[in-house]
Structures are given as C-alpha cells and as structure tokens.
C-alpha cells in the first residue's frame, strides 16, 4: 500500500501522459508556451502501462485519472486506456481534458475502457473564452462535451477557474447550462502553479465568494460531510433541479487554498517523464523512469513508490510564510 506518516493511503493516482497543450490558459501557461519536456525524458506508453500495473496489482491503487498538458494530444492515449482496462484488478478511468479533442476521441475512449471525463470550461462567451486561452476554440470544446455524454463517458463534469474581472460575472450562467444538460460543474479555487508566477491571493476568486455569486441566482443546500470521503470538493445540492441519473443535481467548490482538505488526501502523481510527486505541490520528486530504463524489478519500483509517498507532507503549506511554489508547473503536474 501507498501509506505516509499521517496514515494517509494513495488509492487515487493521476497520470499525467504530456506536458503539452493546446490551449494557453493564462492560469496555466505563458503564451509563448513552455519549452516542453524532450522525448527521449518521456516515458513510452509501455512503460506508463507497466507503471500503472505496479500502482494497480502491488500498491492498491483503484482509480486512475489521465491528464497533461492536454491528454488528448498524446497519439496513444486510446491504446493506453485500453491496456489500462485490462489490468486485474482492473481500476476506475477517467480523463481530464480541455475538450478540445474529444469530439474525435469519446467513443474510441469509451470502448477502450474510460468511465469517465472532467472537461475544463471556464466560459460560454467566445470572446472571453479566447482571452482565457489564448485561442479561439470554444465551438470545440462545447461539442466535445455533446460527444463525451453521447458517449456514456457520465456523469460528465466540468471543471471551472474563475478569474476576477474575466469570467467571475459568468458563474451562475454556467452553473445554469451545465444544469440543463445534466452536467456536473465544479469550480477550483486558482492555486500558485502557474508557470508565470503570476497568483495573486488578494485577487483570486474565493470559494466563499463562489457561493454568493451562484446564490444570486439558485438556492444551495450543502450536502452532508459524510458523503465527501476523499474528495476535495465541498458539494451543494442545487435545489430544483435533478441530475441525468434522476438524483438530486450537485454544484463542487474545491477551495484548495482556503479550505484546503490536505488531511483527507488520497492522491499519487506520475509525471510524463516518470517522476512520482506525493502532492501537487510537493518541490521533490522521485524517479521511477531511472529505476525502469535500468532494469529495475516491479518490487524494486513499487518500493521506491512506498518510499516516495511516505515522505509527503502534512499540508500543501501554501500559507505558510517560507510557501514556495514548486518548480514543475501545473501544465506539466496535471491537477
Ligand atoms: N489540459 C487539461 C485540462 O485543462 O483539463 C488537463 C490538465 S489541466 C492542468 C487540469 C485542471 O487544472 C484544469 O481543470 C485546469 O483548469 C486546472 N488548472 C490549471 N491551472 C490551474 C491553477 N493555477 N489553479 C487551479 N486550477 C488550475
Ligand atoms: Fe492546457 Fe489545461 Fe493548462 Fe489550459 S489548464 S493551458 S488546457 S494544460
């Protein structure tokens, strides 16, 4: 088992499959880009299947979500989720994506075995969407998330950053789209992991603020704590409105700054280029990429994986006053 020092487990592990992107979020990445990862550093997708083996059959690893960069530009993500599928015991999948490609991809991503996607929307307006991203491509990502439910790939969820004075004023209107068509959205608080360093907490849009910005407009009923488990998001049931599966619709705040749910963390981070991470902003990691090019057993790797999530942290200390930000950005993390 992946246990640490505060008898936390990792059951949860997020592969992210490339440091690239297609889109330049302004959160995420400069617009010129970054200089990406070299080929011969990232890991093929053999070695990221034998990988996510080890996590599945010797670390009790039972969910695996795939991210980036943009997952979907990775040519062998399909084959990836389909070797992935296989494994005994075989884990939940799931994918978090721009949407970008997932007109093409969903169905392909549904039969090799994927149960799921988040797609990051952050806006419906085209022109606010181009100045979040830098690119014009909202059309894209609207009929990716059409082809995900088409799909199966459910319950669909979006993933929502809210910038002030960019698209803080469009929260409720798409809580509202995403409610008709049996989506279920999330907000994430913006974290300093931006390559740019520019966070700024005495701007960011707080959770706090989230909520009054949707009560304008709905009535929000928080939902039991015991239902949470593991999940950073705090969750609201919307009233009046029903979810696709006939349950009670749901709103999620993940309010990783100013409510962060660090003692509950359940999560374990792979790299494209095979360095496991035990938090998202942990500044060490450990090589498992090495360990592998060199002939290394499956009980030599998965020791070194114990031994990476038994050193993490309490807390992801973004307020304390020695906080640095790590030095892998998020593009290259995957959230
Ligand atoms: N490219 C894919 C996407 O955008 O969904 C997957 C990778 S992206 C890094 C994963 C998630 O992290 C997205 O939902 C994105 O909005 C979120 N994200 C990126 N930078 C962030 C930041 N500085 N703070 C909070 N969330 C961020
Ligand atoms: Fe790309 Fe996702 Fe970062 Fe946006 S948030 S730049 S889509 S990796």
């Known amino acids: 088992m992946l246990i640490d020092t505060f008898g936390r487990r990792a059951v949860d592990l997020r592969v992210s ?16 880009g970054l200089a990406w990862l070299p080929k011969p550093q990232l890991l093929t997708d053999a070695e990221i299947v034998r990988l996510v083996r080890i996590a599945v059959a010797d670390l009790g690893v039972s969910e695996v979500r795939f991210t980036g960069g943009e997952p979907l530009v990775r040519p062998g993500v ?6 992935c599928a296989q494994l005994t015991p075989r884990p939940e999948l799931s ?25 990051s929307l952050d806006t419906l307006d085209r022109e606010t969407f181009h100045t979040l991203t830098r690119r014009d491509r909202l059309p894209d990502v609207i009929a990716g998330l059409a082809a995900a439910d088409a799909a199966g790939l459910r319950p ?42 520019g966070w700024d907490r005495s701007t960011m849009v707080t ?24 999940a950073p998001a705090e969750r609201w049931l919307v009233e009046g409105f029903t979810a696709a599966d006939g349950a009670p619709a749901r709103v999620g705040v993940i309010a990783s700054v100013t409510r962060p749910f660090c003692r509950a963390c359940d999560r374990t981070r792979l790299t494209a280029d095979g360095q496991i991470r035990n938090c998202l902003f942990a500044t060490s990691e450990t090589d498992l990429r ?13 020791e070194l994986w114990r ?27 995957g959230g």
């Open 307 to 333: 031994k990476a999530m038994w050193g993490k942290k309490a807390g992801a200390g973004i307020d304390n006053p020695d906080f640095a930000q790590p030095e892998r950005p998020m593009s290259a993390i």
């Open 156 to 197: 669909v969820k979006v993933n929502t950053v809210l910038m002030r004075g960019v698209n803080d004023g469009q929260a409720a209107d798409l809580l509202g789209w995403c409610l008709e068509r049996g989506y279920e959205l999330r907000f994430i608080e913006q974290m300093p992991l931006d390559a740019q360093h």
């Open 17 to 32: 499959l490339t440091d690239r992107c297609n889109l330049r979020c302004t959160y995420c990445m400069p617009e010129q």
């Open 78 to 83: 399909v084959g990836i989720v389909a070797a």
């Open 95 to 119: 994918l978090t994506t721009n949407g970008i490609g997932l007109a093409r991809t969903a169905t392909a991503l549904r039969e090799a075995g994927l149960d799921r996607v988040n797609v």
């Open 290 to 302: 090495g360990a592998l090019r060199e002939g290394g057993s499956d009980l030599e790797i998965a």
């Open 207 to 230: 959770a706090e603020e989230i909520l009054a910005l949707l009560s304008e407009r709905f009535t929000l009923v928080p939902e039991p704590d015991e239902r949470r488990g593991a």
